[in-house]
């Protein structure tokens, strides 16, 4: 449990580090998507502890309820952005042996929480150096009335210009090439596939360089599981040629 003074309550957090190692570790921070929790991790991602071993890596996996990892307008209570990508970052860091710098962190996520990944590191870049995102819903616009949105931004007829601002398509012309290392990827049959790729055009459009990949699959655990075998090894380059010497 790590606690939060922004939001006055702890969180649950689950924590999973390799059995032996010297030296701090990097750190991948992982969100789940809308309806699930940290623990879901472990269910659909069995294999995150051989992962550790092997590459040795931290994995952090708060739960975020279904906040889409904003700080709310609307919700006072709500405030998993100033919790993850500040106060659990700080939490890790102080009780952690970990390398204190943004190119030994690395966030990424599922659905709901793939969207959560790209708006805290895209808004956050002091705090993370790369950024994944698994089937993620990276433009809130075509879906109003899901996922309980509107209680966090309050109704999109309403709130027009809250929405534009609180999607992560919209923060792309604000990002450098070089900024962030990112890979994304999205299944063929999945809902979100249309806007996966235009978040890959936009990308192109403004020459921001990423990996994004595409396959066959839907929005389902067993896409995910297959997903981030991926992008684990792709983080695992991005701390390799970043931290030689820490």
């Not at 659909?44 to 071993?53: N, S, V, Y």
């Not at 210009?161 to 999607?167: A, L, R």
Request: charged content about 25%; overall charge negative; proline content about 4%.
């Amino acid at each position: 449990m790590v606690e939060s003074s922004a939001m006055n309550k702890v969180v649950e957090v689950i924590y999973i580090a390799p059995e032996r190692h010297t030296g701090n570790l990097p750190v991948v921070y992982l969100l789940h998507g809308y309806g699930n929790s940290g623990k879901d991790w472990l269910a659909f991602k069995p294999d995150l502890r051989e992962l550790a071993d092997s590459y040795k890596i931290m994995f952090v996996c708060p739960d975020g309820k279904n906040s889409w990892y904003w700080d709310s307008p609307k919700d006072p209570s709500s405030k998993y952005e100033t919790f993850v990508s500040k106060e659990l970052i700080e939490y890790t860091d102080s009780h952690y042996k970990t390398i204190k710098d943004r190119t030994a962190r690395a966030i990424t996520g599922y659905s709901m929480g793939g969207h959560g990944a790209m708006w805290l590191a895209f808004r956050h870049q002091e705090s993370f150096g790369a950024v994944g995102s698994s089937s993620g819903g990276l433009d809130i616009r075509p879906f109003p009335f899901n996922w309980e949105m509107d209680k966090l931004l309050g109704s999109e007829s309403e709130n027009q210009d809250v929405w534009e601002k609180h999607t992560v398509i919209n923060m792309v012309d604000r990002l450098r090439n070089g900024d962030l290392a990112i890979i994304f990827d999205c299944g063929y049959d999945d809902f979100f596939f249309e806007i996966n790729n235009d978040f890959h055009n936009k990308l192109l459009k403004y020459k921001i360089q990423h990996d994004f990949i595409v396959r066959p699959g839907g929005h389902s655990k067993d896409y995910w599981n297959n997903s981030f075998d991926y992008q684990i090894l792709y983080f695992k380059k991005y701390f390799d040629r970043n931290n030689k010497s820490k």
